[in-house]
């Protein structure tokens, strides 16, 4: 049996793998915005490889310079214990931290403002990671601050079966034309631009469009035991 460790934070600026990703936030230590998958996947690669898990990998880049190679999933990722994006069902149980309700806290939607930036009070940008309550697992902004991807494709009725769909080259999917179900990648967690009614625990969205300027993620290992 394995465990779940996921970060208690969105990704936030200072350890990033390519030049170019710091234009993507507003402050030092806002979270992260405007993110790709294939971005998102890369940092994993990276941070895998820089903490010496390169054999525990849970992407690999296709291409003679991985900067402009597509993530491949390895096989049997959810055993490997390198850095990578939570599943749904692995984004959902750290998000609600135990709880059945709602939102994390509760069903008030007045006090959403103590534990989510959302359209009301966001100033339109992402903001200062952990700089509001976490969840009862210790978890900062799993509701609001940023959307964060999940691996897995998007299913209207969610697909245990389909976890940690492999990528398709992003080029394919680069179109706002609406993809078949199980086409799409999913993201979750509403963000700074969405509505209170958005920014809880069930809501779950797709796109097929490589990123959006809300659009974050936080990074999740398997601890080997």
């Known amino acids: 049996m394995n465990d779940e460790k996921i970060k208690k934070t969105d990704v936030e600026p200072g350890a990033d793998p390519w030049d170019g990703l710091d234009a993507k936030h507003p402050s030092p230590t806002s979270a992260m915005c405007g993110i790709s998958l294939k971005e998102a996947a ?11 898990l390169a054999d525990e990998q849970c992407y690999l880049f296709e291409g003679e ?63 200062p990671v952990g700089s509001l309550c976490p969840n009862p697992f210790g978890l900062f902004d799993t509701l609001g601050n ?20 492999k990528f398709e080259i992003e080029e394919v999917w680069r179109t706002r034309v609406p993809l078949p179900d199980g086409n799409a990648y999913c993201y979750r967690g509403g963000s700074f631009l969405h509505p209170r009614r958005y920014v809880r625990s069930a809501w779950r969205n797709s796109t097929n469009y490589p990123n959006h300027p809300f659009t974050g993620f936080r990074i999740a290992r398997t601890i080997k035991k």
């Open 65 to 127: 310079e991985y900067k402009d190679g597509n993530p491949v999933l390895v096989e049997g990722y959810l055993n490997k214990g390198g850095y990578r994006l939570p599943t749904e069902a692995e984004w959902e149980l750290a998000c609600r931290g135990g709880t059945t309700s709602a939102r994390h806290f509760g069903t008030s939607p007045d006090l959403l403002s103590k534990y989510a930036w959302h359209l009301d009070g966001s100033g339109g940008s992402s903001r």
């Open 146 to 165: 940023v959307t964060e991807w999940c691996q897995d494709r998007y299913w209207k009725s969610y697909r245990p079966d389909r976890a940690g769909s």
């Open 42 to 52: 890369l940092f994993c690669w990276w941070l895998s490889r820089e903490e010496g």
